[in-house]
């Protein structure tokens, strides 16, 4: 359920990582609110199964599975929902995550001990691969769906940032960057497109446990780790983020009448944690 109707019957829209949980529930949202609905993810099943939820609850949408970081791929995904639907009014860039490959051990330099994963072992190719998938997949999608936008005279870009752009996390230093990335990213298009009418801006989620961060946050008898005690201590609102809580942004963001004038910003969505010093 959304916690307030827009009509967005007018919008098509490419969701990126469209089949995870997170931008799943985008996705539901958007088309609960009217819109037309490309799923796009690696995961060709995982994009079906979500295509059919959406229309089996009375949705519009279609399954069209690309490997975000493969320009073609993704002017093949744009093909599809364009001959379903039409032109791509919003994109929702959410594909993105992290690599075990570039998380350390210790959080502090003097931690390390004997068999630890310490910033010196990090992989090269994991970094490549994490600023690939969080920021290249950003700009390829961007050249892909936003020349049509510019090209009309009016679109929307939502891109996924992460409260890691404001406070780097100890541990994730490649997710961390990327993120940064994404914020910076989201800054430059929203200034490089206000000209042709298209909005840029992103959202920030706090914490939130998924299936990406189980491990960080979770023991294997699903106690909470160190990292979770300090993660809560930190949210002065003291829980983990829900899914539902990001909806709301998401559907303002999605709203010209609502949010027309609003671009290049990053909008975090996390029970306070940026705004708490800690004392």
Not at 248 to 276: C, E, K, M, Q, R
Request: with cysteine; net charge negative.
């Amino acid at each position: 359920m959304v916690p307030f109707n827009v009509d967005l019957s007018k919008e098509v829209v490419a969701v990126t990582g469209g089949a995870g949980i997170l931008m799943g529930a985008f996705a539901k949202a958007l088309a609960e609110c009217g819109a037309s609905v490309g799923i796009i993810d690696l995961n060709a099943e995982a994009c079906d199964k979500m295509t059919a939820e959406i229309t089996a609850a009375g949705g519009k949408a279609v399954s069209a599975p690309a490997n975000c970081l493969d320009k073609n791929a993704i002017l093949g995904a744009k093909e599809k929902i364009e001959k379903t639907f039409g032109n791509v009014t919003m994109l929702i860039n959410g594909a993105g995550g992290n690599s075990p490959k570039c998380t350390t051990d210790n959080e502090f330099y003097n931690e390390a001990k004997e068999g630890m994963k310490t910033f010196f072992d990090l992989d090269e190719n994991g970094f490549k691969f994490v600023f690939d998938l969080n920021i290249l997949s950003a700009v390829l999608c961007c050249q892909v769906f936003a020349k049509d936008m510019a090209e009309a005279g009016k679109g929307n870009i939502i891109n996924i940032s992460s409260m890691n752009a404001y406070r780097p996390l100890t541990k994730i230093p490649a997710y961390s960057s990327a993120k940064a990335g994404v914020s910076n990213l989201t800054q430059w298009l929203a200034v490089h497109f206000a000209s042709a009418g298209v909005r840029v801006n992103a959202i920030a989620p706090g914490f939130f446990s998924t299936k990406q961060n189980a491990k960080l946050l979770w023991n294997d008898d699903g106690t909470p780790t160190a990292r979770t005690a300090k993660i809560l201590g930190h949210t002065p609102m003291g829980r983990f983020g829900e899914t539902e809580d990001l909806i709301g942004t998401l559907l303002w963001l999605a709203d010209d009448n609502a949010s027309g004038f609003v671009t290049g910003i990053i909008v975090p969505v996390d029970g306070g944690f940026s705004a708490y010093s800690g004392v």
